[in-house]
């Protein structure tokens, strides 16, 4: 595929260039294992020069009339709807994405960049009264100067676009990471989309390049102000500690451990539809999956056995098939990894109600029950196609279970009554909670974002212009001050 020959390279400063690392990322297709590409990586010196052509672009590029930088925006919408055939094929060898999440992906995609054309122009400042006489107080809503962006490897195109185009709309520059399995649909397509568009060269760069050869160079560079990281919990504490003692800003968007609770009084079917997907939509690889479906023993022996008859219908396969299901894990690692977790799950007492076979990186969905309450699954976060189903007595016995875990990203709730759904929400220590409706769900506008360590910060609408720009406060005394020596 001609996407993967033509972007296997850094983008620096306008320059589609090798990396000068002395070893390659090699980019391949987790269903096939064909070899798609692979990329010298980026070295410590090209970091710093990728931030360095970001500074310099970002003067002309902020001074930019916010208008002007709506039309760059335009024109990439334009592009992704053009090219969106050869776009949905590279995300699905890259990822593995069946066809439905790779439309989900580009669609979404495309809200963000239209949220992006608003964003430009509301970066709005404020007059603010004095109690000196003759003082006048301006504050303006300035960007912060450069971003720093590293992007995951489940929604690479989407998650990649969705921090660095409001960067970009709101007057920033740009250094964006992507994820070493997904370099050229989180990274190279980003940057090649931009560029044909004719956003300016220095405005966006991309490195394609891996900790072991930069080690924290991408974080404490002093260039970036604010770093948008988007990835497990494990990393996400790294950067906020590596970013802290360089006072920098972060958006930390990490990982969950997300329930969806079933109450006595809910449509057992449409529950049972909203946890499947919940849990395993693009195989479980999604932060906002329902690791745990909780359910009242009032309707636990009607959910189970409807949910499971659910799940064992799904198909698993070739992603490219219209009427595959679930596809393969991003590598054989994290194949690897789930058919240890099931394993280990039973070995600790577990009941199987369904288990999955392993074949390569294709794994089938697994439904466990009956694990001890000193398990550590219930508290973890499980990236693949594995559910645990947990009863429960009554809403404050799901509350309890539903908060206990050291997540706190998403999750749902299904009731036959919706203000009953409202207040069992509002209890839930999350940053995200949704009545009668899956766990997986992001919008444009509204803010995105978790609690406990599930991250820091919020972004999407207004919160973006928080992420991304800084307040300035400026004064203007149109008499004269009084001083008092």
Known sequence: MSYFDDLAYQFIDGEWRSGSGSWDIVDFNPYNGEKLTSIPVATVEEIDQAYRAAERAQRGWGATNPYSRRLVFERVLRIIDDREAELSEAIAAEVGGTLTKVGFELHLAREFLREAIQLALRAEGRILPSPIDGKENRLYRLPVGVVGVISPFNFPFLL??????????????????????????????????????????????????????????????????????TGSEKVGRH??????????????????????????????????????????????????????????????????????????????????DPQTHIGPLINEGQAEAMTSLVDRAV?????????????????????????????????QEIFGPVVLLIPFDGDEEAVRLTNATPYGLSGAVHTGDIERGVQFAKRIDTGMFHVNDATVHDEPIVPFGGAKSSGVGRLNGDAMVEAFTTTKWISIQHGRSQFPF
Not at 191 to 216: Q, R, S, Y
Not at 351 to 373: D, F, K
């Open 160 to 229: 990649s676009i969705k921090s660095v185009a409001p960067a970009i709309a709101l007057g920033n520059a740009v250094v964006l990471k992507p994820h070493q399995n997904t370099p050229i649909c989180g990274g190279g397509l980003v940057a090649k989309i931009f560029e044909e568009a004719g956003l300016p060269a220095g405005v966006l760069n991309v490195v394609v390049t891996d900790i072991a050869e930069i080690g924290d160079a991408l974080i404490d560079h002093p260039v970036p102000k604010t770093i948008s990281f």
């Open 239 to 320: 950067v906020a500690t590596v970013a802290a003692a360089n006072f920098k800003h972060t958006v930390l968007e990490l990982g969950g451990n997300s329930a969806l609770v079933v109450l006595d009084d809910a449509d057992v079917d449409y529950a049972v539809d909203a946890a499947v997907f919940s849990r395993f939509v693009h195989q479980g690889q999604v932060c906002m999956a329902a690791n745990r479906v909780l359910v009242d023993r009032a309707v636990e022996r009607e959910f189970t056995e409807k949910f499971v008859a659910k799940v064992a219908s799904l198909k698993v396969g070739d992603p490219t």
């Open 347 to 379: 070995a600790e007492g577990a009941s199987a109600l369904l288990h999955g076979e392993t074949r390569g990186t294709l794994v089938g969905p697994s439904v466990l029950s009956g694990l001890p309450e000193d398990s550590p699954l219930l508290t």
